[in-house]
T-cell receptor, first 106, second 110 residues
Framework: TQLLEQSPQFLSIQEGENLTVYCNSS?????LQWYRQEPGEGPVLLVT?????EVKKLKRLTFQFGDARKDSSLHITAAQPGDTGLYLC??????FGAGTRLTVKP | ETGVTQTPRHLVMGMTNKKSLKCEQH?????MYWYKQSAKKPLELMFV???????ENNSVPSRFSPECPNSSHLFLHLHTLQPEDSALYLC?????????FGSGTRLTVV
């Protein structure tokens, strides 16, 4: 049983476009983490969100935790080719969603 | 250098071979994890160790045998694997909610 659903599964956009990816669950989480994984490497932690409604920014990346702490979103502004990768969300106990595979074309 | 080092980076083994994957961290973390990542499935948690004690075995077949001799080292011993076991095996460590992954071992079973 998959704990988390991430959407879309694949996303291919042009450099400069904005995008949002989602992480949804029917469970309430005490916290949620977002990771980016590049080909041939392990996931790298981007951010941890803890409080319902919390918004965190990491340069052009904006992370939001839903008020009910069941869902989260990641918005990227003016995407760049360096943003290409697999974006994964995971609750505290490290069971990951399937991820969103993002490709940003120059 | 991520702080978590996995060796080897690539491994090809036959179904009758015995091999071991190694993971090492010097971050002072007290928890270590093995994950399997295959092309068609999400990242799957296999084993969790806290302070060298196994605290979770996620219904992993016995042909995978973990070992944690101390809080800095984690091994995954492999024997009589199947081709469907081919995947990227990732090690991670954590403390106080901060998780760090290694770069993984790309395993191919032939």
């Amino acid at each position: 049983t998959q704990l988390l659903e991430q959407s879309p599964q694949f996303l291919s956009i042009q450099e400069g476009e904005n995008l949002t990816v989602y992480c949804n669950s029917s469970s309430v989480f005490s916290s949620l983490q977002w990771y980016r994984q590049e080909p041939g490497e392990g996931p790298v932690l981007l951010v941890t969100v803890v409080t319902g409604g919390e918004v965190k920014k990491l340069k052009r990346l904006t992370f939001q935790f839903g008020d009910a702490r069941k869902d989260s979103s990641l918005h990227i502004t003016a995407a760049q080719p360096g943003d290409t990768g697999l974006y994964l969300c995971a609750p505290r106990f490290m069971r990951f969603g399937a991820g969103t595979r993002l490709t940003v074309k120059p | 250098e991520t702080g978590v080092t996995q060796t080897p980076r690539h491994l090809v083994m036959g179904m009758t071979n015995k091999k071991s994957l190694k993971c090492e961290q010097h971050l002072g973390h007290n928890a270590m994890y093995w994950y399997k990542q295959s092309a068609k499935k999400p990242l799957e948690l296999m084993f969790v160790y806290n302070f060298k004690e196994q605290t979770e075995n996620n219904s992993v077949p016995s042909r995978f045998s973990p070992e944690c001799p101390n809080s800095s080292h984690l091994f995954l011993h492999l024997h009589t694997l199947q081709p469907e076991d081919s995947a990227l095996y990732l090690c991670a460590s954590s403390q106080e909610g901060r998780y760090t992954f290694g770069s993984g071992t790309r395993l191919t079973v032939v």
